[in-house]
């Protein structure tokens, strides 16, 4: 990032207890949960490897990651494949810095926030940025790919009905 001329502010936890999920780093970090986004890998039906960075507290609809990515479906990838494929470790995955560049989607729920936290690549690290800031360090899209954004655009679909 500091090549890109991103700005960033850095924060760290203590993760010796092992608590690293996005309500324990908002708490510790002493931000709103809302602005902790985890960094998941998942692999398409493709044998590709993709990144989404979601908020903290939900979880990944799997049926949108894959639309969003256009794979017929999509997985978690094993937690023992993580360091091999990222060059990470699981609650220090960041998504910039990867071994390789991934094509990368972030939740669209980060559009409405001014600064977002992810991790800077080890637990205990986090860094803060502004979510055009994320996208252009990372070529992200931008996707509703969350259990949250699915009933979300459910609601809206039949809204417009």
């Given at each position: 990032m500091d090549k890109?001329?991103?700005a960033y502010s850095s924060h760290s936890y203590d993760g010796s207890d092992g608590k690293f999920d996005g309500v324990s780093v908002a708490l510790k970090i002493g931000r709103p949960v809302e602005m902790i986004y985890k960094t998941l890998i998942l692999q398409g039906t493709d044998g590709e490897y993709y990144v989404f960075v979601v908020p903290g507290a939900e979880k990944i609809d799997l049926k949108l990651a894959a639309k969003a990515v256009g794979v017929k479906s999509i997985d978690m990838l094993p937690v023992t494949d993580i360091n091999a494929v990222t060059g990470y470790i699981r609650g220090g995955c960041s998504p910039v810095g990867m071994k390789k560049r991934y094509p990368t989607v972030l939740?669209?729920?980060c559009l409405k926030l001014e600064r977002m936290i992810v991790s800077a690549g080890k637990i205990g690290a986090q860094v803060e940025l502004?979510?055009?800031d994320l996208i252009r360090a990372t070529d992200a899209r931008v996707a509703?790919?969350?259990?949250?954004a699915s009933k979300e655009l459910v609601a809206a679909s039949e809204k417009q009905r």
């Open positions: 890109l001329g991103i939740d669209a729920s502004a979510p055009a509703a790919v969350t259990e949250k």
